[in-house]
C-alpha cells in the first residue's frame, strides 16, 4: 500500500511561483512513475507532468511546458512540482499519482496510477 500527501498549495498572484511536495509511503518508489494531474471546479481531471523512475519527464505541453518542473527523490520518497510564471487557468486542485510497483514507465493516463493523494488547492488571483 502507498500513501500519498500533498503540500506547497496555496493562494499566488499571477506570474508567482508555488512549489508543490508529494511525499509517498510505502515500498519500491524508485520502481514507481509518479504524477501530477489537476481538477478545476466543472472540468475533468488533466494530466499535468510525470516522471519515470529513473528521471525522465513528460508535460502536458498545452499548457504547462516551459513553466512547470517536475522532479523527484528517491532517496526521501518525494516528488514535486514547481510552478513558475503562474496563470489565473492554473487554478484547480492538484493531485499527486503513483503507478504500481515495477511500472516505471510515465504515462498521461490517470487509469494507470493507482494511488492518489487527497489534493492541494492551487489558486492563483489576477
Known amino acids: 500500500q502507498v500513501q500519498l500527501v500533498e503540500s506547497g498549495g496555496g493562494l499566488v498572484q499571477a506570474g508567482g511561483s508555488l512549489r508543490l511536495s508529494c511525499a509517498a509511503s510505502?515500498?519500491?518508489?524508485?520502481?514507481?512513475?509518479m504524477g501530477w494531474f489537476r481538477q478545476a471546479p466543472g472540468k475533468e481531471r488533466e494530466f499535468v507532468a510525470a516522471?519515470?523512475?529513473?528521471?525522465?519527464?513528460?508535460y502536458n505541453g498545452d499548457s504547462v511546458k516551459g513553466r512547470f518542473t517536475i522532479s523527484r527523490d528517491n532517496a526521501r520518497n518525494t516528488v514535486t512540482l514547481q510552478m513558475n510564471s503562474l496563470k489565473p487557468e492554473d487554478t484547480a486542485v492538484y493531485y499527486c499519482?503513483?503507478?504500481?510497483?515495477?511500472?516505471?514507465?510515465?504515462?498521461?493516463?490517470?487509469?494507470?496510477?493507482?494511488?492518489w493523494g487527497q489534493g492541494t488547492q492551487v489558486t492563483v488571483s489576477s
Open positions: 516522471i519515470s523512475g529513473s528521471g525522465a519527464t513528460l
Open positions: 499519482a503513483a503507478r504500481p510497483s515495477g511500472g516505471s514507465q510515465y504515462t498521461i493516463f490517470s487509469a494507470r496510477y493507482d494511488y
Open positions: 510505502g515500498r519500491a518508489f524508485s520502481t514507481r512513475a
